[in-house]
């Protein structure tokens, strides 16, 4: 279910009808994203296993912060979520932190937290929690996760189910490339992307030369100057 409307009462009244008992997807942009999240009580009644809060920035009023993210992770009504996303609202440190401290988001096997602020604490957070060890993707691209941030991922001793790790529009430098290409906790990744992450050469042949990184079938580094050596060193990988 697909939601994108101003009026409280009206998102309400849908959401409490029989015929939404089962329902198990819910997507909520605009100001109908605020109200999901003030009124999550309301969702009890609900079998929810994604929720999709759509993206902060485009928003008219201003985006949840901290406070939005912590209401969430407080509600023991999303307990069943397997996907959570929330983009661009602005969550930070604390944000991140009371998502990765949520027993009640311990089942989600999905988490997009794409431009938002968490920096390397945020990351570490995530990182160090015991709650998302079920966790196959990863979305935290433009985050300013820097070298810090990339390699507790990478070192991480929760994240081995991680098929899919996004850090697009991060600087993770050559330090936290080479802790991404050499984690055993990352073996399981079939999909890297680490577009416009200011990624040279060097940061590419060492993706190239990794014993690790096995599986990848997608890797993404648009808006990189890697130039032709780093396009040879793909190339040339086994």
């Known amino acids: 279910l697909h939601i994108n409307a101003d009026d409280r009462n009206l998102i309400r009244s849908v959401l409490s009808h029989p015929d939404c008992v089962m329902l198990e997807s819910l997507r909520a942009w605009g100001p109908a994203a605020r109200f999901i999240v003030e009124d999550l009580e309301h ?14 920035y485009g928003m008219r009023e201003p985006v949840f912060g901290a406070g939005g993210a912590q209401t969430i992770a407080q509600s023991t ?4 979520l397997t996907s959570l996303s929330f983009e661009g609202h602005q969550i930070g440190v604390e944000g991140a932190q009371a998502i990765a401290e949520s027993t009640n988001l311990s089942n989600l096997t999905a988490l997009d937290l794409t431009d938002n602020d968490i920096g390397d ?7 160090r929690s015991d709650n998302l060890r079920s966790l196959s993707s990863l979305l935290l691209g433009g985050n300013e996760i820097g070298r810090a941030g990339a390699t507790a991922i990478a070192g991480s001793s929760n994240l081995h189910n991680l098929e899919k ?13 080479i802790a991404i290409a050499e984690s055993t906790t990352l073996r399981n990744l079939s999909s890297l992307k680490l577009s416009n992450s200011y990624v040279s050469k060097w940061e590419v042949s060492v993706i190239a030369e990794s014993k690790t990184l096995v599986n ?23």
């Open 43 to 56: 969702l009890g009644h609900l079998r929810l296993s994604s929720l999709d809060l759509g993206y902060g």
């Open 121 to 127: 604490e945020g990351a570490r957070a995530i990182a």
């Open 77 to 80: 009504a999303l307990r069943g």
């Open 216 to 238: 990848l079938t997608e890797l993404e580094l648009g808006g990189n100057e890697i130039v032709a050596a780093g396009i040879r060193a793909i190339a040339e990988s086994d």
């Open 165 to 177: 790790l996004d850090l697009d529009s991060n600087e993770i430098s050559l330090e936290g490339t």
